[in-house]
């Protein structure tokens, strides 16, 4: 209040923050597959997501996600860095067949639709169709894998029926010219006879010369099968 002055000074210390840094190498993932994310440039760590403390974490994201890591150095400084995983979704692979049924011996087209490229089970190799004659009832997975290499699986069952059990009996089976034979056939469910016999089950012949004749028989399921006598 007299007019006389002094003076004193004050310090103020800056610390830098500290160089906070997060990866996650690769960052971009499938649907289903983990990523580890790591941090670095501090000292103690948090991470967003409820992922919690510590350096490094490992996440299965569903969808693609940012987190974010806040770094605290000793000096009690933070910073924050942030990664993101990007997530792909699979492919939608289907399998189908054509037929789906068969009767043993016969064929059925596997196809597979959905990828880029595709790769069958029991040796089939690649490519999205092939073609199959298996001996029963057999389920085939394909693995289809897209642009950005991610896979996803299929299924396909083909149905194998078996051959009706078709015979065929002549009584008698021999005969003297002019006499007659009642050919019968028995394991399936309609018949049919050559030599322009026609159908049903027993047939009366009466051959001019020995003679084979063969009966095809169809099953329920729509198999046949042959039998001569």
Do not use: F, Q
């Not at 969808?63 to 699979?90: P, R």
């Not at 897209?146 to 083909?158: E, F, H, I, R």
């Not at 399936?188 to 009466?206: Q, R």
Request: proline content about 4%; glycine content about 10%; charged content about 5%.
């Amino acid at each position: 209040g007299n007019g006389c002055t002094n003076t004193a000074t004050v310090t103020v210390t800056v610390n830098a923050l500290p160089t906070v840094s997060a990866s996650a190498v690769p960052s971009t993932i499938c649907a289903g597959e983990s990523r580890v994310l790591t941090a670095s440039g501090a000292s103690t760590y948090a991470w967003s997501h409820g992922l919690g403390a510590g350096s490094t974490k490992t996440v299965t994201p569903n969808a693609t996600t940012t987190y974010t890591v806040t770094g605290t150095a000793t000096n009690g400084c933070t910073n924050t860095a942030t990664v993101t995983v990007t997530v792909n979704a699979l492919p939608t692979v289907s399998a189908s067949a054509a037929p789906s049924t068969i009767c043993a011996g016969e064929s059925s087209v596997l196809t597979a639709s959905g990828a880029s490229t595709y790769i069958w089970s029991h040796g089939l190799g690649t490519g999205s169709s092939k073609i199959v004659t298996p001996a029963s009832t057999t389920t085939y997975t394909v693995t289809g894998t897209d642009g950005n290499g991610c896979t996803n699986t299929a299924t396909v069952t083909v149905t194998v029926n078996a051959l009706p059990p078709v015979s065929a009996s002549a009584a008698p089976s021999t005969i003297c010219a002019g006499e007659s034979s009642v050919l019968t056939a028995s394991g399936a469910s309609t018949y049919e006879w050559s030599h322009g016999l026609g159908i049903s089950s027993s047939k009366t012949v009466t051959p001019a010369s020995t003679m084979t004749y063969t009966v095809t028989g169809t099953a329920a399921n729509g198999c046949t099968n042959t039998a001569t006598v």
